[in-house]
C-alpha cells in the first residue's frame, strides 16, 4: 500500500476500537453467518482488525484466516483470542500482510472485506492488485462479499465538517469515560478520497486525562462505480444490498456486493 504508516491503521486507538458499538458494527455480523455455506470453504477476512467478525464466525466452527496490516490491531485481536476456547483458536489464523498484495495456497470459498476495510486502499494500482489478488485466491464457486459506505449525492467541499462527538462510553471494567470525537479537514473529489480523523479522550476514575489521534483517508465509491469496478475485475454480482438485513440497495446507508468470480471472457454489466 502507498499511505504512510501511520494511516488507516488506527496505531494510536486500536486498544480502543472495540468500544465502538454503532449499529453498522454490529448488524453485520448475523449478515456474515448467513454465508455459512461458502464458509465451509474456509473464510478469509481482509481488513480484519481486532477480530471483531472473525472471532464470531470461528465461535460458529468456521476456520477463517484474518489479514491485515496493522500491528497495533492485530495485537489487541491476539489478546482477545488468548482468552477464547481451544476450539475457538484452533478456527483462527492471524496473518500480518497487506490487502493489495497477498497469495495462499488454498482457495477460500468465502471472501470478506466488512465495513471500511476495502476504502482504506486509496491508490489505483493496489485497488486492481487486491482485486486481483481476490480473484485469485476464491474458490471457484466462492463467495466475495464487498461492503462501502454510500456516499450522499453531489458529495464534494461542504464534506469537511468541524470536530464534534460521535460517541461516548463508561468501560465498566476500568472506570474509564471514553469520548469519540471525528472530524474531516479534506477531501479529494477527483479522486473521490476523503480524510477524516479520530480522537479519543480518556478520563480515568483518578481524574487523569489524555487525547489520542489517528488518521484516516478513504476512498468512497458511487452505486454504478463499484458495480463497473467489480465487473471489469472478472467478479459477477448475484446480491446487492443497502443494509444488513438484505433491504433494498437504492435507498439503503452502505453498498453491499455479493459476488462471484465470472466465467473467462464473459464478463458482461
Known amino acids: 500500500m502507498n499511505n504512510q504508516n501511520e494511516i488507516n491503521?488506527?496505531?494510536n486507538s486500536a486498544y480502543l476500537y472495540d468500544f465502538d458499538i454503532r449499529d453498522n458494527l454490529t448488524s453485520d455480523i448475523p449478515f456474515y453467518l448467513t454465508y455459512g455455506d461458502a464458509a465451509k470453504g474456509g473464510v478469509l477476512e481482509l481488513g480484519c482488525g481486532t477480530g471483531r467478525v472473525s472471532l464470531i464466525l470461528a465461535e460458529n466452527g468456521f476456520h477463517v484466516?484474518?489479514?491485515?496490516?496493522?500491528?497495533?490491531?492485530?495485537a489487541v485481536f491476539e489478546k482477545k483470542l488468548d482468552e477464547k476456547p481451544q476450539s475457538v483458536k484452533a478456527n483462527i489464523e492471524i496473518v500480518k500482510g497487506d490487502m493489495a498484495d497477498f497469495s495462499f495456497r488454498k482457495k477460500f470459498g468465502l471472501i470478506i472485506t466488512p465495513f471500511r476495510a476495502f476504502q482504506a486502499l486509496t491508490d489505483e494500482n493496489d485497488i486492481q492488485n487486491s482485486l486481483s489478488c481476490i480473484r485469485d485466491n476464491l474458490a471457484d464457486n466462492g463467495i466475495f462479499i464487498i461492503n462501502v459506505f454510500r456516499p450522499y449525492d453531489g458529495m464534494g467541499e461542504e464534506w469537511v465538517y468541524a470536530e464534534k462527538v460521535q460517541w461516548e462510553r463508561i468501560d465498566e471494567k476500568t472506570g474509564i469515560h471514553i469520548v469519540k470525537k471525528?472530524?474531516?479537514?479534506k477531501i479529494d473529489i477527483k479522486n473521490q478520497i476523503i480524510y477524516p480523523h479520530y480522537a479519543f479522550e480518556i478520563?480515568?476514575?483518578?481524574?487523569?486525562f489524555e487525547r489520542t489521534v489517528d488518521n484516516l483517508a478513504l476512498k468512497y465509491y458511487k452505486y454504478e462505480q463499484l458495480k463497473t469496478l467489480l465487473i471489469d475485475n472478472g467478479f459477477s454480482i448475484l446480491e446487492k444490498y443497502g443494509w444488513y438485513d438484505?433491504?433494498?440497495i437504492e435507498n439503503g446507508r452502505e453498498l453491499i456486493f455479493i459476488c462471484r468470480k465470472a466465467v473467462?471472457?464473459?464478463?458482461e454489466r
Open 203 to 208: 478520563t480515568k476514575p483518578d481524574g487523569s
Open 65 to 74: 484466516t484474518c489479514l491485515d496490516i496493522s500491528d497495533n490491531m492485530l
Open 264 to 267: 473467462k471472457n464473459t464478463y
Open 9 to 11: 491503521t488506527l496505531r
Open 182 to 185: 471525528h472530524w474531516g479537514d
Open 246 to 248: 438484505k433491504s433494498n
